[in-house]
């Protein structure tokens, strides 16, 4: 591996460790169905976002919202000290990516065969406070002046 590249993968590694994030592999739910709930909570805060989740009549809602509750437990890891009510996090990304697909077969008329695709997904969340981001934004501007 060159210097560069160590360099860069060791930066990434240590921006990692500030980020609290949680993963769903393999969701047996069809990616475009996930996406309509993921877009639901996209950038609002986490209270209302379990909230939503919460109510939501969506099959796929009740896993994403386990899935928060595991991220603001990461967050909660990774932050010791601080107090979730002080910090007013906000689900800073969500994204969910298409998994592996089951083929099954569907019998025809004449003969024939139909494939079933029986789709799972991949959701990842990363939450973040709002305080945290305006103080570095707060810094980084007091240094160029």
Same mark, same amino acid.
């Given at each position: 591996?060159?210097?560069?590249?160590?360099?860069?993968?060791?930066?990434?590694?240590?921006?990692?460790?500030?980020?609290?994030?949680?993963?769903? +592999? @393999?969701?047996?739910? &069809?990616?475009?169905?996930?996406?309509?709930?993921?877009?639901?909570?996209?950038?609002?805060?986490?209270?209302?976002?379990?909230?939503?989740?919460?109510? &939501?009549?969506?099959?796929?809602?009740?896993?994403?919202?386990?899935?928060?509750?595991?991220?603001? %437990? @990461?967050?909660?890891?990774? @932050?010791?000290?601080?107090?979730?009510?002080?910090?007013?996090?906000?689900?800073?990304?969500?994204?969910?990516?298409?998994?592996?697909?089951?083929?099954?077969?569907?019998?025809?008329?004449?003969?024939?065969?139909?494939?079933?695709?029986?789709? &799972? @997904?991949?959701?990842?969340?990363?939450?973040? &406070?709002? %305080?945290?981001?305006?103080?570095?934004?707060?810094?980084? +501007?007091?240094? +160029?002046?």
């Amino acid at each position: 591996m060159g210097a560069r590249k160590r360099l860069r993968a060791e930066a990434i590694k240590e921006a990692r460790k500030t980020v609290a994030m949680a993963k769903l +592999n @393999n969701c047996p739910t &069809s990616p475009r169905k996930m996406r309509l709930v993921a877009d639901m909570i996209r950038g609002v805060e986490v209270e209302k976002a379990l909230f939503m989740l919460k109510h &939501s009549g969506k099959e796929a809602s009740g896993r994403l919202e386990k899935l928060v509750l595991s991220a603001l %437990n @990461n967050w909660e890891q990774k @932050n010791e000290g601080e107090r979730i009510e002080d910090a007013s996090l906000y689900i800073k990304e969500i994204f969910v990516d298409s998994a592996r697909m089951l083929k099954r077969i569907q019998p025809a008329p004449q003969g024939r065969a139909h494939r079933i695709r029986k789709r &799972s @997904n991949h959701v990842t969340v990363i939450v973040d &406070s709002k %305080n945290t981001a305006g103080e570095e934004e707060v810094t980084a +501007n007091e240094s +160029n002046s």
